[in-house]
């Protein structure tokens, strides 16, 4: 009677132990990936309000172009962690390879769009006649730095998938210094500007995918895997990235749908908005940090056959996504009176993010199922689920969020409509893992 509790008590012990290795790590690498942004705004801002503007600009374009293909990060993890499941690392290694043959090759592509585009996509964004030529200046040499980001993404994966996240994370601290440090070398010792900001990230953007290949390289040839391009592994990577873009699409529509509605209801609801939105994002990374273990520890079990060890996996996954929730709640609640004034003092902004950041607080848990599921969907391969879910999340949440100034609530009724957002992914994923369909052992999908 005692062994079945007793067994129980180990699995969850087992998973536990295999979550916090690679989550920890992996939460510590998203973290540092945006301090990239930080560091570059502190040192630039220096510099005057117009590099500082045109910085901005040039930064969102950057950032919304290499979001767009994070599933060469999702995808590779899920592919490669099958077939080391499946006790092929060759296979997966090659699997891997694939993945950054793609990431060249669509890095390629966007430089060839963004260096003639640049004025016109930075005119898109209304850049003024001062932050402009700024602006231009650094999205035409980061762009340079673009294919080095996505080798970045799809080594990453590589890595997740062969259960090793502190080797991302090694590396993004070290990318991070080494941006902040060629930053003020370039942009004061050397005298370049704005310019020498982007030529800093560029150098440190390469240094670091330099640093990924020579890790894939040497596992390759340690376990004699071709490193050729191999034209139909490549379009198998492509196929397998396109539902999760789609994905990616509809989240980031979702995003500035509830930004636009936000810049309507006046101008303290768009500043509250973009705090609140600041802070859920930095919550998104904890949470993130479960889905990528989920992603690597699910399609690792599934690769070996395992259906019961990856439901099992799963179960609990969803249970670490629930408690750390309730504990990023209890944080933002008890952090609320701190919080706020780090970011205005403005008593009217202050009022219209306060109901707002409680929505938030509350919202937590369901935020930690949700990172949770979508992550072990994602391990399983069920990218074609998932974006066929968020299409339906992005038709819901549209016409919720474009009704609220008519209706009135202002950003109270803005962020209980992402709240809704997020239960209606919530209830989409909720019935996926639980029809089982998922499940779909063997080294492919």
């Known amino acids: 009677m005692t062994q079945a509790p007793a067994r129980s008590r180990t699995v969850r012990r087992q998973h536990d132990r295999e979550i916090i290795a690679l989550a920890v790590p992996a939460f510590g690498a998203l973290v540092a990936e945006p301090l990239f942004v930080m560091a ?3 040192i630039v801002g220096h510099l005057g309000t117009a590099q500082l503007a045109g910085l901005g600009i040039a930064s969102a ?4 172009a290499v979001s767009v293909f994070v599933f060469l990060a999702y995808a590779t993890t899920a592919a490669v962690a099958r077939r080391v ?7 997966a290694i090659r699997q891997g390879m694939d993945g950054i043959w793609l ?3 669509l890095g390629a592509a966007v430089i060839a769009l963004v260096l003639p585009t640049a004025p016109s996509l930075v005119d898109l964004f209304g850049a003024s006649d001062t932050a402009a030529p700024y602006a231009v200046t650094y999205l035409r040499i980061s762009s340079l730095g673009i294919p080095a980001m996505l080798v970045v993404l799809a080594s990453t994966g590589v890595l997740r998938g062969l259960q090793n996240t502190r080797t991302p994370l090694y590396v993004a601290i070290a990318g991070f210094v080494a941006n902040a440090v060629l930053n003020v070398g370039l942009v004061y010792g050397a005298d370049l500007g704005i310019a020498g900001s982007a030529w800093g990230t560029v150098i440190a953007q390469c240094g670091m995918a330099a640093v990924y290949l020579w890790v894939v390289v040497r596992g390759a040839r340690r376990h004699r895997a071709s490193l050729r391009p191999d034209i139909a592994g490549i379009r198998a990577s492509a196929q397998a990235g396109v539902p999760l873009l789609v994905r990616t699409l509809s989240l980031r529509a979702i995003l500035m749908i509830a930004t636009a509605v936000a810049a ?6 768009i500043a509250a908005h973009q705090i609140i939105l600041s802070l859920w994002s930095l919550l998104a990374f904890a949470l993130d940090a479960i889905a990528i273990a989920g992603q690597a520890i699910i399609g690792r079990y599934l690769g070996a056959g395992d259906a019961q060890g990856a439901r099992d996996a799963c179960r609990r996954m969803v249970e670490w996504g629930i408690a750390v929730g309730v504990v990023l709640g209890l944080l933002v609640v008890l952090s609320r009176p701190a919080f706020l004034p780090l ?7 202050k009022d219209a993010a306060l109901p707002a950041l409680m929505i938030v607080a509350v919202s937590q848990p ?3 199922v949700v990172f949770v599921l979508d992550g072990v969907l994602m391990g399983a391969g069920d990218g074609p689920y998932l974006a066929w879910a968020m299409l339906l999340t992005l038709a819901v949440f549209t016409p919720a969020a474009l009704l609220v100034p008519t209706l009135g609530g202002g950003l109270t009724a803005l962020w209980a409509a992402m709240t809704l957002m997020m239960a209606m992914r919530m209830a ?8 089982g369909r998922w499940i779909v052992t063997g080294a492919t999908r």
């Open 40 to 42: 570059d705004s502190a």
């Open 61 to 64: 374009l950057l950032t919304t």
């Open 85 to 91: 499941g499946a006790g092929d690392l060759p296979s």
């Open 103 to 105: 990431a060249l090759l």
């Open 264 to 269: 309507r209801l006046g101008d303290a609801d």
């Open 343 to 349: 970011f205005t003092g403005d008593a009217t902004v």
């Open 366 to 368: 369901i935020c930690g």
């Open 428 to 435: 989409t994923l909720w019935l996926r893992t639980r029809s």
